[in-house]
């Protein structure tokens, strides 16, 4: 059965800091690997998609990396902001397939402070 | 163009009550899918659609959760007789056939 883990469960830093957020899935065998935010009282918003056969993605100041073999990706973000400010949750499809449901991580609650 | 998009937005009602949650999806989106996020819990998968074929309902807690989707486009999520622990923020999301799923702002379902 699938688990995605994430480290740490909150972070608090200054603004203009860059930083990484950490995923762990338990099954390698995964077609892709979500990142979103979620604003307090929001619903998701999609960040970066990663195929199983790419290794990064990257967007403005984000970038998404995944090494499947290890089952783990990483969300690299730099020059950080407060408007940053919001929980971050990775997510892989249970099956292992391209459609399906999200299998979530708890995510990681970060915080920037001006 | 318009995103996923949910109703009610707040839901208070009396534990024993029936509820009903209503989720659009983006125009043209084949697959839909709710979830479930209790405080301080992870996102819960509960149903998925798509297209004709019958839903996935591994997810669902309880006989007294359901969902139906009509016309292959709303749908909706009835929670019988509610109790406590049904309280959540219940999330719908669509997609195509790309892998991305758009979220919809959430149903905060309270159960007094």
């Known amino acids: 059965k699938q688990e995605v883990t994430q480290i740490p469960a909150a972070l608090s830093v200054p603004e203009g800091e860059n930083l990484v957020l950490n995923c762990s899935f338990t099954?390698?065998?995964?077609?892709?690997l979500q990142w979103f935010r979620q604003d307090p009282g929001k619903g998701l918003t999609s960040l970066l998609l990663?195929?199983?056969?790419?290794r990064e993605q990257t967007s403005g100041r984000l970038n998404a990396s995944l090494d499947k073999s290890s089952g783990r990706s990483t969300l690299y973000i730099a020059a950080s902001q407060p408007g940053d400010s919001a929980t971050y949750l990775c997510?892989?499809?249970?099956?292992?397939?391209?459609?399906?449901?999200?299998?979530f991580g708890k995510g990681t609650k970060l915080s920037v402070k001006p | 163009g318009a995103g996923v998009s949910q109703s009610p937005s707040n839901k208070v009602t009396e534990k024993g009550k029936d509820v009903e949650l209503r989720c659009d999806p983006i125009?043209?989106?084949?697959?839909l899918y709710w979830y479930r996020q209790s405080l301080g819990q992870g996102l819960e998968f509960l149903i998925y659609f798509q297209g004709n074929s019958a839903p996935d309902k591994s997810g669902l807690p309880s006989d007294r959760f359901s969902a139906e989707r009509t016309g292959g486009s709303v749908s909706t999520l009835t929670i019988q007789r509610t109790q406590q622990e049904d309280s959540a923020v219940y999330l719908c999301?669509?997609?195509?056939?790309?892998?991305?799923?758009?979220f919809g702002p959430g149903t905060r379902l309270t159960v007094l």
């Open positions: 997510a892989v499809p249970s099956y292992g397939g391209s459609q399906g449901n999200l299998i």
């Open positions: 999301a669509s997609s195509l056939t790309s892998d991305t799923q758009y």
């Open positions: 125009s043209g989106h084949t697959a």
């Open positions: 990663i195929q199983s056969s790419q």
């Open positions: 099954d390698s065998a995964i077609y892709n």
